[in-house]
């Protein structure tokens, strides 16, 4: 694989981060958990979950990888000009509502820090399928995302996103990719991989066009689709938000690993 085919993606190895770091993450997560348990537990068309998981009734469900073997997130951002597909297969209805996870992270020239894009904005894309790859687009979105902490994956804040979808997109076979538009330069949407799938993805990125693969740089993304919408009620987010910008450290370390390519 060359330099340029080492799609822009990251992850983060957990053991780069000082032991006090770790420790005040982990005491910051289950704060976290509590405050979102008793004050901001989101009810919705999805019912009460802690923000990590698909509703059982999902169309199509792949979870968010927490931090476990494979763990990788993605620039999907429209400034950035790569973006990730995850094909989607035997969906059997009009899908009516999305959910995904990721974060934002802006590159301070050693590596990558979280930055707050908070609501996001975000287009919403779905593509028949044409010889295992994305073909045509079937339906597009333009939505707002607020999105709401649900969690620490190494070190990071890990975010959840949802959007309803009117009028839902009929899609079989195909699919789906989530991208950034807020036009932020210096503030780029990281996608979540998901350890649910086949293992594989496609990216289109200004230097390659599409590429698809399997494996490391490519692993599934995280998505939720239902056939019916979302309407999340107001939540706690200032909570969420003060809590973390106070307890967790400054994140340091790089997002890229290494593997970090424009």
């Given at each position: 694989?060359?330099?340029?085919?080492?799609?822009?993606?990251?992850?983060?190895?957990?053991?780069?981060?000082?032991?006090?770091?770790?420790?005040?993450?982990?005491?910051?997560?289950?704060?976290?958990?509590?405050?979102?348990?008793?004050?901001?537990?989101?009810?919705?068309?999805?019912?009460?979950?802690?923000?990590?998981t698909?509703p059982?009734e999902?169309?199509?469900?792949?979870?968010?990888?927490?931090?476990g073997?494979?763990?990788?997130?993605?620039?999907?951002?429209s400034?950035?000009?790569?973006?990730?597909?995850?094909?989607?297969?035997?969906?059997?209805a009009?899908?009516?509502?999305?959910?995904?996870w990721?974060?934002?992270?802006t590159?301070?020239?050693?590596?990558?820090?979280?930055?707050?894009?908070?609501?996001?904005?975000?287009?919403?894309?779905?593509?028949?399928?044409?010889?295992?790859?994305?073909?045509?687009?079937?339906?597009?979105?333009?939505?707002?995302?607020d999105?709401?902490?649900?969690?620490?994956?190494?070190?990071?804040?890990?975010?959840?996103?949802?959007?309803?979808?009117?009028?839902c997109?009929?899609?079989?076979?195909?699919?789906?990719?989530?991208?950034?538009?807020?036009g932020?330069p210096s503030?780029?949407?990281?996608?979540?991989?998901?350890p649910?799938?086949?293992?594989?993805?496609?990216?289109?990125?200004?230097?390659?066009?599409l590429?698809?693969?399997?494996?490391?740089?490519?692993?599934?993304l995280?998505?939720?689709?239902?056939?019916?919408?979302?309407?999340?009620?107001?939540?706690a987010?200032?909570?969420?938000?003060?809590?973390?910008?106070?307890?967790?450290?400054?994140?340091?370390?790089?997002?890229?690993?290494?593997?970090?390519?424009?």
């Amino acid at each position: 694989m060359t330099a340029q085919e080492r799609i822009v993606g990251a992850f983060v190895d957990r053991a780069s981060r000082p032991r006090g770091a770790r420790a005040a993450g982990l005491v910051t997560a289950l704060a976290l958990a509590m405050l979102v348990s008793t004050v901001c537990n989101t009810v919705d068309a999805f019912g009460q979950d802690p923000g990590q998981t698909c509703p059982p009734e999902a169309l199509f469900s792949q979870p968010p990888n927490l931090g476990g073997e494979g763990w990788e997130i993605y620039v999907s951002d429209s400034v950035a000009g790569y973006f990730r597909y995850e094909a989607v297969r035997s969906i059997s209805a009009p899908v009516c509502g999305v959910r995904w996870w990721g974060l934002h992270a802006t590159d301070s020239g050693t590596g990558f820090v979280e930055c707050d894009d908070n609501p996001g904005s975000f287009r919403i894309t779905f593509y028949g399928d044409s010889q295992s790859r994305p073909g045509a687009v079937v339906c597009s979105y333009a939505v707002e995302a607020d999105g709401k902490a649900v969690g620490e994956v190494n070190g990071w804040v890990l975010y959840q996103y949802q959007a309803s979808l009117d009028p839902c997109c009929a899609l079989t076979d195909g699919w789906v990719s989530v991208m950034a538009t807020d036009g932020i330069p210096s503030c780029w949407f990281f996608w979540n991989s998901s350890p649910v799938g086949d293992d594989s993805a496609c990216q289109r990125n200004p230097i390659n066009g599409l590429v698809c693969g399997t494996g490391q740089h490519y692993r599934d993304l995280s998505l939720c689709l239902t056939d019916f919408p979302v309407s999340v009620k107001p939540s706690a987010w200032g909570a969420i938000k003060s809590l973390y910008r106070n307890s967790i450290p400054t994140t340091s370390a790089p997002l890229d690993g290494g593997v970090f390519d424009r």
